[in-house]
C-alpha cells in the first residue's frame, strides 16, 4: 500500500510541539483533512502512547498547526492551530496556541510566504484564525535566514535560543464593547458559581485569548504551588477543577465538553517560595502571583500561552482575582511562577466608557525547527 507523503516540519514554540504544514498540502475537504492530520499524530491511540503517530500524548505535544498566505490586506499569513485528543478521533479547532505562536513567523518566511530583512528583526502580521485575531511576531533575522540559536532561557525549555517577540492585538472577545469587545461574558469581574459537589466557588470569568476561568488556589483545596505529580495522578483533584470549569463555562455561555480546549480553567495564589519541577528554587520576590492552568483534563507542565495572555490581561484590570493576589513590577509587567519557572507578560489596558479594553498583551517566547521533510500517512 502506497502511503501519503506529504511536507512538514516538526517545530517547538514556546513550551509545545507540533506538525507544522502548508494547507495547500492538504487535503481541501475539511473531514478528509482531520482525518490524515488524525493519523499523522496518531489518534485515537486508546493505550494512550501515540506510537504510531507524531503526537507526545500530551495536551502540549499534540498538535498541528496550518499556514497559507492571508487574502487579509493587514495580514501576512493565516494560522489554523488544532489540538488533537489522545484516545478520541477528535481534533478541537475552537482557539489558539499562543505557545505555537511563536513557530508561525518563522515556519512561514522559510515557506517564501513574505519577503523579511536578511538582519534585524522580520516583522510577521499573522491572523489567527481560529479566534479572529491578530498577532504580531518580531522575529530575529541573522544573514538572510531565520535565526534559531540565542541565549534567550524559556523556563519550560531545556535549551536556549533566540528570543521571538509577541504582540497579541485586542485580544478581548469580541461582543460589542468598542476595539476588542469586552472581555467579561457576564458583565462582571467577579462571579460566584454554585459547583455541584464543591459549592460557591468566587471566579473571574474572562475571555482573552481563550476563555479563562480564575479562581483562587484555596477554593480548589490548592496552595497554588503545586506541580504536575501532586494533582494529574489524584482523579479527585482532576474531577474537581473539570466541575468548576464546566461550571464556569455554562456561566460563559459556552458548551464544556469533557477534556476540551476550552475554556480552561487556572488557579492563582499570592507569591511564594516553592521548587520547580526541575529542582530550582523559586523565590517569592522574584514573581509577582503563582498561576497554574489546566489543558485537556490535566495540570500543564508550565503555562499555556493563551493562558499567559489572559493572565496578563486580568492582572492589568481591577476588581479581578489575578490583580487582587497580584503584585506588578515597576514597568506595569507581572512575573509570575508556574511549574516549570517563572515567565513575564505584560498588558496595555484602558477603561473606555465603563468597559475594559485591553489593546495588546506582550511576551517573548522561542521557537526552533525539530526536523523537516514529510509525513507519511497510510491511504485508507
Not at 467577579?190 to 455541584?196: F, N
Not at 473606555?352 to 491511504?379: D, F, H, T
Request: net charge negative; aromatic share 6%.
Amino acid at each position: 500500500m502506497t502511503q501519503l507523503r506529504i511536507p512538514a516540519v516538526y517545530m517547538r514554540g514556546g513550551t509545545s510541539k507540533g506538525v507544522f504544514f502548508l494547507a495547500n498540502d492538504l487535503p481541501i475537504d475539511p473531514q478528509q483533512r482531520d482525518r490524515v492530520l488524525l493519523r499523522v499524530i496518531g489518534s485515537p491511540d486508546p493505550y494512550g502512547k501515540h506510537i504510531d503517530g507524531m503526537g507526545g500524548a500530551t495536551s502540549s505535544t499534540s498538535k498541528v498547526v496550518l499556514i497559507s498566505k492571508s487574502m487579509r490586506p493587514d495580514c501576512d499569513v493565516d494560522y489554523l492551530f488544532g489540538a488533537l485528543a489522545v484516545a478520541n478521533p477528535t481534533i478541537d479547532w475552537s482557539g489558539n496556541c499562543g505557545n505555537l505562536s511563536a513557530a508561525v513567523g518563522p515556519f512561514a518566511i522559510r515557506s517564501g510566504l513574505l519577503k523579511a530583512p536578511t538582519q534585524g528583526w522580520a516583522t510577521v502580521r499573522i491572523w489567527q484564525a481560529n479566534i479572529g485575531k491578530m498577532i504580531i511576531s518580531h522575529v530575529p533575522m541573522c544573514d538572510g535566514a531565520v535565526q534559531e540559536e540565542g541565549d534567550f532561557e524559556l523556563d519550560g525549555v531545556t535549551f536556549p535560543a533566540a528570543e521571538i517577540k509577541l504582540e497579541f492585538l485586542n485580544p478581548g472577545a469580541d461582543d460589542g464593547g468598542g476595539e476588542g469587545g469586552l472581555m467579561f461574558p457576564t458583565g462582571k469581574t467577579i462571579d460566584w458559581l454554585d459547583v455541584p459537589g464543591v459549592g460557591r466557588v468566587e471566579a473571574t470569568l474572562i475571555n482573552a485569548g481563550l476563555p479563562t476561568i480564575f479562581v483562587e488556589a484555596v477554593s480548589l483545596g490548592f496552595k497554588g504551588s503545586e506541580l504536575q505529580s501532586d494533582v494529574n495522578p489524584f482523579p479527585d483533584l482532576l474531577e474537581r477543577a473539570e466541575k468548576v470549569r464546566v461550571a464556569g463555562a455554562t456561566a460563559m455561555g459556552l458548551v464544556a465538553m469533557p477534556g476540551s480546549h476550552t475554556p480552561k480553567i487556572s488557579f492563582v495564589a499570592r507569591s511564594q517560595d516553592y521548587t520547580a519541577s526541575d529542582g530550582r528554587p523559586i523565590k517569592a520576590e522574584g514573581i509577582g502571583l503563582l498561576a497554574r492552568i489546566f489543558s485537556m483534563g490535566a495540570l500543564h507542565h508550565a503555562m499555556t500561552g493563551t493562558g499567559a495572555v489572559a493572565i496578563a490581561a486580568a492582572t492589568a484590570i481591577p476588581g479581578t482575582i489575578p490583580h487582587r493576589v497580584a503584585r506588578k513590577s515597576d514597568d506595569d509587567r507581572v512575573r509570575f511562577g508556574h511549574p516549570s519557572g517563572a515567565l513575564s507578560v505584560g498588558a496595555e489596558a484602558t477603561e473606555i466608557n465603563g468597559e475594559w479594553v485591553v489593546s495588546k498583551v506582550l511576551m517573548s517566547r522561542s521557537a526552533r525547527r525539530l526536523m523537516e521533510g514529510w509525513v507519511l500517512v497510510p491511504q485508507t
